[in-house]
């Protein structure tokens, strides 16, 4: 059982759903630190148009209609600072009655995804996992993904084809990095997708998952890695190339491109 936290002062207009309404939640795992981006703050505090890319990637969230309750799982040592930030930067009115909580992470990001479901309440029957390195997933997407976990499926994935020939290679143990490596397959490009967030889960399945997933080893990179190792089955729906993950310094131009684009035309 993962250690609980206690949750701060919810944030959000509005009054909260009923007690007995089932809610979606999501969890927001924003305790890495990012390093590909270059040293500085967490990519997940970098700033993007002035403002940091969580509070992006909480408010794109919390856009969807459905979406009632996001638990942000910070650093370790960030939990105050990722509270303060939040508060700075209220959810629009147009999110609706939408709670943010904050928890403190773990080492890994599967502990930290634990820790964000430990806080879960109790009306809570869907369960999204949203990378705050993708914060400008369009809300029509999170809503496509909640619409498929309710209508029966266990698991939910947004993805988009992958346009690049993809090589499987081989490296030999120890190699050198950047040394050549062999290639031993092509797989089939049109049966390969490139996964994106928010995944979308029954709450009893992803509880499941985390609950027989290893504590120490070799995790999945995704929730929905460690549902399928369960058997269970798991079904994509289109992503958006909106939804892109802001990993190098590349993708943070390209970032801040989209973000200038949606407030000249939209009002952003």
Same mark, same amino acid.
């Given at each position: 059982m993962?250690?609980e936290e206690?949750?701060?002062?919810?944030?959000?207009?509005?009054?909260?759903?009923p +007690?007995?309404a089932? &809610?979606?939640?999501?969890v927001?795992?924003a305790?890495?630190?990012g %390093?590909?981006?270059? #040293?500085?703050?967490?990519k997940?505090? &970098? /700033?993007?148009?002035?403002?940091?890319?969580?509070?992006?990637?909480v408010r794109?969230? +919390?856009?969807a #209609?459905?979406? #009632?309750?996001?638990v942000v799982?910070?650093?370790?040592? @960030?939990?105050a600072a990722v509270r303060?930030?939040?508060?700075e930067?209220p959810?629009?009115?147009?999110?609706?009655?939408t709670?943010?909580?904050?928890v403190?992470?773990?080492?890994t990001?599967q502990?930290?995804?634990?820790?964000?479901?430990?806080v879960?309440?109790?009306?809570?029957?869907?369960?999204?996992v949203?990378?705050a390195a993708?914060?400008l =997933?369009p809300?029509?997407?999170?809503?496509a %993904?909640?619409a $498929?976990?309710?209508?029966g +499926?266990?698991a %939910?994935? /947004?993805?988009?084809?992958?346009?690049?020939t993809?090589k499987? =290679?081989?490296?030999?143990?120890g190699g050198?990095?950047?040394?050549p490596e062999p290639v031993?397959a092509?797989?089939?490009?049109?049966?390969?997708?490139?996964v !994106?967030?928010p !995944?979308?889960?029954d709450?009893?399945?992803?509880l499941? +998952?985390?609950?027989q997933a290893?504590?120490? @080893?070799?995790? *999945?990179?995704?929730?929905?890695g460690?549902?399928?190792?369960?058997?269970?089955?798991?079904?994509l729906?289109?992503g958006?190339?909106? *939804?892109?993950k802001?990993?190098?310094?590349l993708?943070?131009?390209?970032?801040?491109?989209?973000l200038?684009?949606?407030? $000249?035309?939209d009002?952003?």
């Amino acid at each position: 059982m993962p250690e609980e936290e206690t949750p701060a002062v919810p944030a959000g207009p509005g009054s909260p759903a009923p +007690a007995d309404a089932p &809610r979606t939640a999501v969890v927001i795992p924003a305790a890495g630190r990012g %390093v590909r981006l270059g #040293r500085g703050a967490p990519k997940a505090l &970098r /700033p993007l148009g002035g403002i940091p890319m969580l509070v992006h990637a909480v408010r794109a969230v +919390a856009r969807a #209609r459905t979406v #009632r309750l996001v638990v942000v799982v910070a650093p370790p040592d @960030g939990a105050a600072a990722v509270r303060t930030i939040l508060d700075e930067h209220p959810l629009p009115d147009s999110a609706g009655a939408t709670d943010v909580v904050v928890v403190t992470g773990g080492a890994t990001r599967q502990e930290s995804v634990a820790r964000g479901l430990g806080v879960l309440t109790d009306d809570v029957d869907v369960v999204l996992v949203h990378d705050a390195a993708r914060p400008l =997933v369009p809300a029509e997407t999170v809503e496509a %993904v909640v619409a $498929a976990v309710r209508d029966g +499926a266990p698991a %939910v994935v /947004p993805a988009l084809p992958v346009t690049d020939t993809v090589k499987q =290679v081989a490296s030999p143990p120890g190699g050198a990095a950047g040394a050549p490596e062999p290639v031993v397959a092509t797989p089939e490009r049109s049966l390969l997708r490139a996964v !994106q967030t928010p !995944q979308g889960f029954d709450r009893d399945t992803l509880l499941k +998952a985390h609950a027989q997933a290893p504590a120490e @080893g070799e995790g *999945a990179t995704d929730d929905a890695g460690l549902v399928e190792r369960m058997g269970v089955p798991v079904v994509l729906v289109p992503g958006h190339e909106e *939804a892109f993950k802001v990993t190098r310094p590349l993708d943070l131009v390209l970032a801040e491109a989209v973000l200038a684009r949606r407030r $000249a035309t939209d009002g952003f």
